[in-house]
Nanobody
Framework: QVQLVESGGGLVQAGGSLRLSCVASGRTFSSYTMGWFRQAPGKEREFVAAISRSGVTILYADSVKGRFTISRDNAKNTVYLQMNSLKPEDTAVYYC???????????????WGQGTQVTVSS
């Protein structure tokens, strides 16, 4: 079992930046691939980024490539999502997720945080 707690969401103007954090507790953090997903009202949960256990393999959704950066600090049991050049369409609840294999679909992840709201105003 692993418990995930996100933080860092908020309200920001278009073009601004936010950094999300997700702290994991429970079993060994370095055993898990970590992913970030988001869900806007009325829409399905969608993949944002994922990082492998060692950090060697990183995946991004096309919509965030070049603007978002995922990273992890295994010593701090934390995964980050640095979000730059934010757009109104990035508005959503952002969730971190954990599992043993890297994937881009929500059902591949067994463990989820409660989510943090990101709102980008135009």
């Amino acid at each position: 079992q692993v418990q995930l707690v996100e933080s860092g969401g908020g309200l920001v103007q278009a073009g601004g930046s936010l950094r999300l954090s997700c702290v994991a507790s429970g079993r060994t953090f370095s055993s898990y691939t970590m992913g970030w997903f988001r869900q806007a009202p009325g829409k399905e949960r969608e993949f944002v980024a994922a990082i492998s256990r060692s950090g060697v393999t990183i995946l991004y959704a096309d919509s965030v490539k070049g603007r978002f950066t995922i990273s992890r600090d295994n010593a701090k049991n934390t995964v980050y999502l640095q979000m730059n050049s934010l757009k109104p369409e990035d508005t959503a609840v952002y969730y971190c997720a954990a599992d043993t294999g890297i994937a881009t679909i929500p059902r591949a992840y067994a463990y989820w945080g409660q989510g943090t709201q990101v709102t980008v105003s135009s």
